[in-house]
């Protein structure tokens, strides 16, 4: 469903100067999380204290921008008050929607704030019409955010046959694996995106230099040797280097971000709402280019213009992009 | 932020000169901006937690001395030393100093500069990653800080804080006063 | 007295096998493994499918002969329309449980209909327990990452609701899946021309880190762990916690050894340390972890408990 009106432009934030920079730089929405395990951006020195997101939900309104709070790491079995407590201050203090992707946290806001706007979080994986139709009917999901396993046919498909509104990727980091379904960071370090909101936690990497390459190490794996004057990547395991059979290289992944600006028109094409952009624990620096470069360019297709170059590849990890599986080929 | 702009190094010139500078005053200057900081973004401290107990060794690795920064919010301190004699450190972070600079002052993205190498970290890089939140949540003006040293009497210094501001600015060159935000349309 | 003796489930194949070597491992299974559940068919790539559908039925057969209880297996990440067809099928039949690993299927539950959350579900608390329950979840093998406190909570939130729960407790562990297909790519090939390269991996792929160290193992688009989980240590603490049933995963070499062991030790009648030593013995090459239950990581060494 929803059609071929104007693209809402939803931006990430780690601090509350990153979100005050996404809304001047033309932000439509802000998504940020709480500074604690609920979020999946739990890193150090980031994220909103109940005070900050109250000052910054007040912001947002002011300047006519919607704040989402993601409450989207799996709640720990035993400790499920954390996660409510989330759920519920997220209610009280205006936000305009929560995304999550626990069923039982689903289950829970439905039934206790039924009137508070629910988005389905990437973390949930529901790559299909059918998982989707489970979540509307179950909790009355409004929004689903597509994980990035889709092309834009696929995605046209999906909103073809369902209710609901669908968000997508259009720029930052790239998951390589379905979201939420990862397990790869808790096999190397014992922390996981889904239980601690943390793919590849900084506390277990270590860079080191040897015979002039940069050696990064993940829970004492090596995943990168980098030589000088090489771009360097995060050190998350999907985009590392390793050897498997013959093949020498980037198994799963090259260290490249999504850059999907190109496909605006398409994706508005296949009738997708809203566009977002990763990146919550990048810093307000980047927040404020990428931001400002995306709405020139939903200003652009709104106004039925040619979307202008991207001028973003400096942001990127290793400096390269990518549009990921939107195209086939990727696959 | 111009995204693809190679980042400037210090003038070697200026790099002699500092090599025979004394690092008393330099000492001075740093714990007296460490310590306004403090005064005025106590925010940063909240934002660090129990990274504040960490040891950082900055490395603008085109000046011949190193910092030692201890972000204590009972004492915050900035120490300066001839590189190779900082003592011990649980982090660093080198690169030039207009990388360092920017990126407190939030024209450069920290991780951007570590994609393209222009700046390392070593060491416990959760400290780093907290530092560096923490600094660009506070929007800090290098500029406003160095008037702010002179308390009641600021507003004669902020001119010609600025002006220095600018100096240093020119020399490493990176803007570190900062214009006033301007609303999107 | 003795407490209940654990169920043993023989989870789906992960891999591509050969449609002969398929037939002779379920015969195999079926007639000598002392398996009491069999979860049969493709959960990891649709399109190996073809290969073997045929040989399924006889295979089901022969299992019920054994006097195993058969579960059909579903597609751990459902994107494309022939798949969300085949999902719907799956539950369409009501001949045989199913077990559900992926949530498209749960547009289709009924709660009078009872079936199985597989490992590749997200079930990590006792209200995502207790909402698929309702739903008609009667079985939940649970994610392989979770910590042995979670276990406990949720075995005990479980028989609040006469469902029971199994854990993974032998095998490769299922880490990721992707839209990607890493066989393919490791071979210089795209996902819809694969060529079925990995055919050539009967327990998947070695992937080693430039120094040199054992890290993962592709699978198609599945990632899986170097490490064979191995818990026959941690039966005794897995059924006081009140896990009722242990997940054994297909593997190529003596795989009804494999099954012995376990069950043996499972009803008490060898040590624990017996029951490592014929593991030992039947898969001599496999390095064996517990780390997501009980050491810093998935790939910890062995803890003993």
């Known amino acids: 469903m929803s059609g071929q009106g104007k693209l809402e432009l939803v931006c990430p934030a780690g601090t509350p100067a990153a979100f005050r920079a996404a809304i001047d730089a033309g932000a439509h929405t802000v998504y940020c999380g709480f500074n604690d395990e609920t979020n999946a951006r739990n890193f150090p020195g980031l994220n909103f204290s109940r005070a900050e997101m109250t000052e910054s939900i007040k912001f947002a309104h002011r300047r006519g921008g919607k704040t989402l709070i993601a409450v989207n790491t799996f709640p720990r079995a035993g400790d499920l008050a954390l996660w409510t407590n989330a759920v519920d201050d997220a209610a009280r203090l205006g936000a305009d929607a929560v995304i999550l992707a626990d069923i039982g946290l689903l289950d829970y806001a439905s039934r206790r704030h039924p009137s508070l706007r629910l988005h389905l979080s990437v973390q949930a994986a529901a790559a299909n019409a059918d998982a989707i139709a489970f979540y509307a009917r179950s909790f009355g999901v409004k929004r689903v955010v597509l994980p990035r396993v889709l092309t834009v046919q696929e995605i046209a498909a999906i909103n073809r046959a369902i209710a609901v509104e669908t968000e997508v990727f259009i720029f930052g980091g790239l998951c390589v694996m379905a979201e939420g379904r990862c397990s790869l960071s808790s096999y190397a370090t014992g922390k996981s995106p889904n239980m601690n909101g943390a793919c590849s936690p900084a506390s277990h990497v270590d860079y080191h230099e040897e015979d002039g390459e940069l050696v990064s190490r993940l829970g004492g794996f090596a995943i990168h040797r980098v030589a000088a004057g090489q771009a360097a990547p995060y050190p998350t395991l999907c985009k590392g280097c390793f050897q498997a059979g013959a093949y020498r290289g980037h198994v799963f992944e090259d260290p490249v971000s999504l850059d999907a600006a190109s496909l605006i028109p398409q994706l508005a094409e296949a009738g997708v709402t809203a566009l977002k952009i990763e990146g919550r624990q990048r810093s307000r620096a980047y927040t404020e280019a990428v931001v400002r470069s995306f709405r020139r360019a939903l200003d652009a297709q709104a106004a039925g213009k040619p979307i202008p170059a991207s001028e973003l590849r400096g942001l990127t990890e290793g400096q390269q992009t990518t549009s990921g599986a939107y195209r086939k080929t990727w696959r | 932020m111009s995204i693809d702009r190679k980042i400037p190094r210090f003038p070697a010139a200026g790099a002699i000169a500092l090599r025979f500078a004394p690092l008393v005053p330099v000492s001075l200057a740093g714990a007296r901006l460490v310590k306004t900081l403090g005064r005025r973004h106590p925010g940063l401290f909240a934002r660090l937690g129990e990274q504040a107990g960490k040891i950082f060794l900055i490395d603008p690795i085109d000046l011949p001395l190193v910092f030692r920064l201890a972000p204590r919010a009972d004492g915050p301190r900035l120490e300066a030393f001839r590189r190779g004699s900082a003592g011990p450190w649980d982090a660093r972070i080198g690169g030039p100093l207009a990388a360092l600079l920017g990126m407190v002052h939030g024209v450069y993205d920290g991780d951007a500069l570590f994609f393209s190498r222009d700046l390392v970290i070593e060491g416990d890089t959760g400290a780093v990653l907290a530092l560096r939140n923490a600094i660009d949540n506070e929007e800090i003006d290098l500029a406003a800080e160095v008037a702010a040293q002179f308390g009641p009497l600021e507003f004669l210094a902020s001119s010609p804080a600025r002006h220095l501001a600018a100096l240093v600015g020119g020399l490493s060159g990176v803007a570190l006063t900062r214009a006033i935000r301007e609303p999107a349309a | ?305």
């Open chain 3, 1 to 305: 007295m003795g407490q209940k003796t654990l169920t043993l489930t023989l989870g789906p194949l992960q891999f591509n096998w050969s449609a002969e070597v398929f037939a002779d491992f379920y015969a195999r299974v079926a007639d000598e493994a002392p398996v009491d559940r069999v979860v049969i068919g493709e959960s990891v790539c649709s399109k190996r499918t073809p290969f073997y559908r045929d040989q399924i039925p006889a295979a089901i057969e022969r299992l019920k002969r054994g006097g195993k209880s058969v579960v059909l297996a579903s597609l751990a990440l459902v994107t494309l329309e022939r798949e969300r067809r085949a999902a719907r099928d799956l539950f369409k039949q009501t001949e045989h449980e199913v077990e559900i690993d992926d949530l498209t299927l749960m547009n289709w539950t009924r709660p009078e209909i009872p079936f199985a959350i597989g490992p590749l579900v997200n079930v990590y608390n006792e209200a995502t327990l207790a909402f698929l329950a309702k739903c008609g979840a009667q079985r939940f093998c649970l994610p392989p990452e979770l910590p042995f406190a979670s276990v406990e909570v949720l075995a005990a939130a479980a028989a609040k609701y006469g469902a029971s729960v199994e854990v993974w407790a032998y095998g490769r562990m299922p880490l990721a899946v992707s839209g990607r297909c890493y066989h393919a790519r490791a071979h210089g090939l795209s996902k819809d021309s694969c060529l079925f390269v990995c055919a050539q991996d009967p327990d998947g792929l070695a992937v080693r880190t430039l120094d040199g160290a054992d890290f993962l193992a592709i699978n198609g688009v599945q990632t899986l762990s170097h490490k064979y989980c191995n818990l026959i240590r941690d039966v005794d603490q897995l059924a006081q916690a009140g896990v009722t049933g242990l997940r054994l995963s297909p593997h190529s070499g003596d795989f009804v050894a494999v099954a012995r062991a376990f069950a043996e030790v499972a009803a008490k009648r060898i040590a624990p340390d017996e029951g490592f030593a014929l593991l030992r013995q039947a898969v001599p090459e496999a390095d064996f972890s517990n780390g997501f239950l009980f050491g810093a990581c998935g790939a910890a060494p062995l803890v003993s408990a």
